[in-house]
């Protein structure tokens, strides 16, 4: 029976191990700094402006966080892979073309805040210039400056941060102060991106662009632009069938509970993809899936226990009455949360294997997984915040089944 039980411990500790050894972690710490200091920020101003005031600025962030996705059009994926000769003209071309499509986007938002044209106008400032330090940060990637890209991408929440802590003593008396604030910080960053990357940014003469990478880079940043879109979707939809106020609340459940899924997601995607693509045979592949998957749900599942239990009695002492986070919305956001953790390993193999024709069926996957979580979150938003959650949920349940179907033929390649 002891031998037992200390056959059970070893494999415990050995299990705790592999966690801690696994890249993702750290690189969870080193790419999500961003992510960190922006939820850092939000928090302080949920607390400064209250639930209406505070809802209004991260549904102004959310449109712009879908902007800088699908503005840089999927090229800066293709420039760190060096599908691209000559970066800055192509960055150029990039944001005039990407510049067209924020206006859907504004169009959009239009339907959800009522503001004033500057409100349109603090969107577009901040979708072009994120996506400009997207593309700068991407020319570093490609050539191996990952130190230097890391510092362009995170630049922008840290400056954020700091305005955040400053307007904590000095107060913000309004969401636009608090929005004015997030604009100069993107500015800011996209600023010294631009100033680090010109001495890497190799020739700057024109160079012709195939239809192929056209239709490889559409597909990319339907793909990311689809699954930002889904990320904010519950704010969307709450904006429109709720009020700010739920915004508030449903932004700052999503600022302490989804971050920390999402931020993990991202550094497991990170790592995987150049594994993935390392591999040599189908065996080796499904042997790397299926750890994935392991490490996945052994931090994820730990983290959902902790955060069901510390969330709760955070809010209720920090915020007091102000924000109302049941427990029904606190476990609808950890259930996506788990699901996304899937999906971003899912995700993140088929990025590695698949070719052109793939990526565009996983791109039009996407959509059709986003207007489902549209349709079904909205038909749910009677049932307040939690039912908006549960709807988008079916989305990632959705996107996570069409994506596990089509890595299946991948990992044969």
Known sequence: M????FDHTRGSIKTIRMLAAHPALP???LIGGGGIALAFANIIYAKLLGAEDFGRLVLMQAIAFVAMGLLPL????????????????????VLTIGAILIAVVLSFSYWILDVSPAVFLYIFIAGTAGAATRLFASILQRETMFLRSQFISQAAPLIYLGFAIAHSFTGASTWQSAANTYILSVLLGALIGYQLVR??????????????????AIALAGILASLLLLNQMG??????ALGMRE???????????????????HGVGYTLVPRMA????????????LHEFMVAMGVGVPGAIALFLLVPPFVNYIFADEYSISMALTVALIAVGLIRLNTAVVSAAINALAGTKALQVFNLTGWVSAVIAAGAAFLLSDYGATGIV???SIGWVIRMMFASILIRKELCR
């Open 235 to 240: 704010l969307f939809i709450a904006a429109g």
């Open 278 to 289: 390392a591999c040599q045979n189908e065996t080796e592949r499904r042997k790397l899936l």
């Open 27 to 29: 690189t969870t710490l």
């Open 199 to 216: 001495d890497a940014a190799g020739p700057a003469i024109s160079a012709p662009i195939s239809s192929d990478l056209w239709y490889k």
């Open 2 to 5: 002891s031998e037992q039980k």
């Open 74 to 93: 999927g090229f800066d994926m293709l420039i760190a892979r060096h599908e691209i000769e000559a970066p800055l003209p192509v960055i150029r071309l």
């Open 390 to 392: 549960a709807g988008v």
């Open 247 to 265: 915004v508030g609340a449903l932004g700052l459940a999503t600022t302490l509970i989804a971050s920390p899924f999402r931020l993990f997601s």
